[in-house]
């Protein structure tokens, strides 16, 4: 295994020096790369994912981040054992991997007014949390709130831009005849949605 | 000179603050009562600001200032200077004064301020301005650039946004300067594509607005650090989409090269967070997508106008050796906003 420090680097200098310590693994091996900043982390992951590197990242501080690549045999990200105390980040970098699915334009079961300012007033109070969730995910009903005349699109849009990914189920929004009003986000589908909450640490549903 | 590897730490329009963070800034400003004459103003993120004085003389402010992305301080004056007085010619206008932007460490040798604004004054006489005066701040870093003060007639402006349905769309340089710039600093780019990347940073866009000014153009900006594909969203205004033709599009093919060796600034990678949801890829190897989102420093316009129009533009803007091309089409809107294919 080889350790590369590019603390301090600015890109490419971190591609370039893990490039240089893949050629001197001459062959199979990991490479590790500490970098100070997300985005050497985004690159690093475009490489590792175009050269069918395993690749995985870690935040180990606010400023302090490891990327682990396997080079030939084994993907990095199927050695993540249990010794291993450091949480896995996604390349737009959360801690946990929280997701929110949100399944109906309205929050909680009862009076439809009150559920409709419940919900609009949850995803305020989401984007202002200190630590944001990674994904959010809007189906059935749900759907309507990523859609023109929603009333949550500035909070949405607030956390889009501050790196959270909203995804709204595709089949509904054409149920619903809004596959051409979508505001905000990404149209995304029932494999996708799986994925993101069986891979989810932490589903949160209002 | 001495100080050649400290004077080049990534600058050009790679060293621009991220789209995203930038608008969380400016949407909080407060915001005083509208001005009828100031014609174009912070809200529309177009290239500068337009000021109607009468109702045929408006004038055209901006300002652009970076450090360093070249080893060499009088090119990097005239790329600085090309760079800043670009932004009058993505709006229509014509250059009459510019003031100098100077940081410059003090216990540096003052020669190679004088050579980094020798090459701005230059590029200021070439495009038929008058350099008035400037102002110089004492720093631990290189940056320089203008503020450049143009006129335009206010019937003619060309907003960024103006797009039609069913418009082409030309870019008038090649993509791809950025990408060489970083490769050049790791010691992985080529003399030659260097010395191209440098001629096309430093070729004022007035030729191409020149050609322009014959036509009755939609829309029009110049590409900078935003990347092709990120001036490309901010043109769509979010009410129109276009589809691009990746084979058509101008660029520098040692640019494909050092993408495929992961010569990448970070500048790039936020355009791709910044920009990516609204772009998709068909068929288009990595390298380029990474070209389409590569930042620019002095890149060229990037002009809509009916279909019509376009071939007659693009053989003028050919005829004077510019490399342009009709790279794609706007439609009306759709998802994605950007098709880009590889045909």
């Not at chain 2, 990474?290 to 620019?296: G, I």
Request: net charge negative.
């Amino acid at each position: 295994m080889i350790q590369v420090n590019a603390m301090g680097d600015a890109c490419p200098i971190p591609v370039v020096k893990t490039k240089n310590a893949i050629k001197e693994l001459k062959g199979p091996g990991v490479v590790e790369t500490l970098v100070d900043n997300e985005i050497a982390v985004q690159n690093l992951t475009k490489m590792a994912n175009q050269k069918g590197y395993g690749v995985k990242s870690e935040k180990l501080s606010p400023q302090q981040f490891k990327v682990t690549m396997q080079i030939g045999d084994a993907p990095a990200q199927e050695e993540d054992s249990q010794e291993d105390e450091t949480c896995l980040v996604t390349p737009t970098g959360h801690k946990k991997r929280t997701v929110v699915a949100i399944t109906s334009a309205r929050m909680g079961t009862g009076n439809d007014e009150l559920g409709t300012a419940l919900m609009k007033s949850f995803i305020f109070a989401l984007s202002q949390q200190d630590e944001l969730p990674a994904t959010l995910l809007f189906y059935n009903g749900g759907a309507t709130l990523t859609t023109e005349g929603s009333a949550s699109l500035e909070d949405l849009k607030s956390l889009e831009a501050q790196g959270v990914e909203i995804l709204t189920c595709g089949t509904c929004l054409n149920y619903y005849g809004l596959t051409d009003k979508l505001q905000v986000g990404d149209v995304s589908n029932m494999y996708d949605i799986v994925e993101k909450l069986s891979g989810a640490d932490l589903i949160i549903r209002p | 000179m001495d100080e050649k590897i400290v004077f080049c730490k990534g600058g050009g329009c790679t060293a621009k603050l991220g789209a995203a963070a930038l608008s969380r800034v400016l949407e909080l400003l407060p915001k005083g009562p509208p001005d009828p004459n100031l014609l174009i103003g912070y809200d529309s993120k177009d290239d500068a600001a337009v000021y109607k004085l009468t109702d045929d003389l408006a004038y055209v402010q901006t300002l652009d200032f970076f450090p360093p992305m070249v080893d060499d301080p009088y090119t990097f004056g005239k790329i600085a200077a090309t760079n800043a007085l670009s932004d009058i010619y993505a709006m229509g206008g014509t250059v009459t004064t510019a003031l100098n932007i100077v940081c410059f460490p003090e216990s540096w040798d003052l020669n190679i301020l004088g050579e980094i604004m020798r090459g701005g004054s230059e590029k200021v006489i070439e495009a038929g301005g008058t350099l008035a005066g400037g102002h110089s701040i004492a720093d631990d870093s290189v940056k320089y650039g203008l503020s450049v003060t143009g006129i335009v007639h206010p019937d003619r402006i060309y907003p960024n946004n103006q797009g039609k349905p069913g418009d082409k769309l030309i870019l008038t340089k090649r993509l791809g300067v950025g990408i060489i710039c970083t490769a050049n600093r790791v010691g992985e780019a080529s003399a030659e594509a260097m010395d191209k990347a440098i001629d096309s940073m430093t070729t004022l866009n007035k030729y191409a607005a020149e050609q322009c000014h014959k036509y009755d153009i939609h829309a029009c900006t110049d590409v900078t650090g935003f990347s092709l594909l990120g001036h490309l969203h901010e043109m769509m205004d979010g009410r129109l989409s276009c589809v691009l033709h990746a084979d058509q599009i101008p660029l520098f093919p040692e640019a494909l090269a050092y993408a495929d060796e992961f010569l990448l600034t970070a500048a790039a990678q936020r355009n791709r967070n910044h920009v990516g949801k609204f772009v998709r890829f068909d068929g288009v190897p990595f390298a380029m997508e990474e070209v389409l989102f590569d930042p620019q420093t002095s890149g060229g316009l990037l002009i809509a106008l009916s279909g019509d129009q376009a071939p007659g533009l693009l053989a003028d803007l050919q005829a004077i050796g510019l490399p342009a091309q009709i790279i794609g089409e706007i439609t009306q809107r759709q998802n994605p906003e950007i098709l880009v294919s590889q045909h």
